[in-house]
C-alpha cells in the first residue's frame, strides 16, 4: 500500500498541496487560494505593499517574505516552499490551487458566458480547452500581458494574474495567436470621443453614511479615490479600462481589515464614470472595476 507523502514529521500532505507539488514537479508555479478563491491577504509586514512587493512583481520590490504574500507572485515552484511550515496554515484553510499562467509560459483566455464561448469558438483557433463551471478556459503555449474585460465576459491570464487549477484540459496545446494578443491591443486603446460611448453613470457620494463598519476616515478614503480616478483620467489614449480594474482593486485592498459596510459600491460608481469620461464603453468599464473589487483580499463591501 502506497503511503501518503508527509511534511516533516508523520503530517500528511493535505490533497490540494498535493496537487501544488504536482503542478511544480511540470515546472507550473503554484498557490493555495482562501475562501471566495482568491488569493491569501498579505502578512503584516507586507499589508498595503509596505515592503515594496515581491521581486517579480511589476515595481522590483526588496520582499523576501517566504509566506503567502502578494497574490500570484507568491506562485512557485520550489516544492520546500510549497510544503514549508510557513504555507502550512495556508494549505489547512485553502479551498483550491490556483497556477500562474506566465510563469508556466501559458496564456488562458477566460470565457464566462456561452457568448463568450461561442465568440471564441468562431474568432480564435483550436487550442487545449478545460470546462469551467460558467463557461472554459482556453489555453495556449506563449506569454502576453494579462488584461480583464476585453470583451463581455473575457479575461486574459498570463503575465502578472492566476488561473484556478481545474485540470489539465483536452485537446492539443497551441501557439498563442494574433488573434489573442489583439483583444489587448484593443483593450488598451482607449476609444476615440468624437461620439458619444454610453452614457456617463451618475457619480457616487461616498460618505461615513454609507460606510458604517469603514475603520477609515472619510479624508483618507477620498483621497485615496481621487488619487486613482487621476490615474484613470490620465489613460486619455490606451489602458484606461486596464487603470480602472487597478484602481478598483487597490481600493478594495485598503479596506480588507474593515468590518464593512465599506460603501465600495458607491466608489466603484466614481470609477466606472472616470474611465468613461475617456472613452471606455461603459460595459466594459463596470466589468473592469467589477472584476477589480472582486480580487480584494477579505475587503468588506
Request: proline share 8%; aromatic share 4%; glycine share 10%.
Amino acid at each position: 500500500m502506497t503511503q501518503p507523502t508527509v511534511i516533516g514529521r508523520a503530517r500528511p500532505v493535505p490533497d490540494l498541496l498535493r496537487t501544488a507539488l504536482m503542478l511544480a514537479a511540470h515546472g507550473i508555479p503554484a498557490l493555495p487560494l482562501r475562501a471566495g478563491k482568491v488569493p491569501f491577504g498579505n502578512c503584516p509586514a507586507c499589508t498595503g505593499n509596505a515592503c515594496g512587493g515581491r521581486p517579480n512583481m511589476k515595481t522590483p520590490g526588496p520582499c523576501q517574505c517566504p509566506g503567502v504574500c502578494h497574490a500570484w507572485a507568491a506562485a512557485t515552484t520550489d516544492p520546500t516552499v510549497l510544503a514549508s511550515a510557513l504555507w502550512a496554515t495556508a494549505w489547512r484553510q485553502a479551498v483550491a490551487v490556483a497556477y500562474h499562467p506566465g510563469g508556466a509560459g501559458l496564456t488562458v483566455v477566460d470565457l464566462d458566458t456561452p457568448a463568450a464561448v461561442a465568440w471564441a469558438r468562431g474568432s480564435l483557433p483550436a487550442t487545449r480547452i478545460l470546462v469551467t463551471t460558467r463557461g472554459q478556459h482556453c489555453i495556449y503555449r506563449g506569454v502576453m500581458q494579462s488584461a480583464n474585460a476585453v470583451r463581455p465576459g473575457v479575461d486574459i491570464k498570463s503575465h502578472m494574474a492566476y488561473a484556478r487549477w481545474l485540470g489539465p484540459g483536452s485537446g492539443l496545446l497551441t501557439d498563442l495567436p494574433a488573434a489573442v494578443r489583439a483583444q489587448v491591443d484593443r483593450e488598451e486603446t482607449t476609444p476615440a470621443r468624437d461620439g458619444v460611448v454610453s452614457s456617463v453613470p451618475a457619480r457616487g457620494k461616498w460618505s461615513v453614511s454609507v460606510a458604517t463598519g469603514c475603520r477609515h476616515t472619510e479624508r483618507y478614503v477620498r483621497t485615496g479615490l481621487e488619487r486613482g480616478l487621476t490615474m484613470v483620467r490620465s489613460h486619455t489614449e490606451s489602458g484606461a479600462s486596464s487603470q480602472a480594474f487597478g484602481v478598483a482593486r487597490f481600493l478594495a485592498g485598503q479596506h480588507a481589515q474593515c468590518p464593512g459596510p465599506c460603501g465600495l459600491d458607491v466608489l466603484a460608481e466614481d470609477i466606472v464614470a472616470a474611465a468613461v469620461s475617456v472613452g471606455v464603453p461603459e460595459p466594459y468599464a463596470r466589468r473592469a472595476v467589477t472584476n477589480g473589487l472582486n480580487t480584494r483580499h477579505g475587503a468588506a463591501v
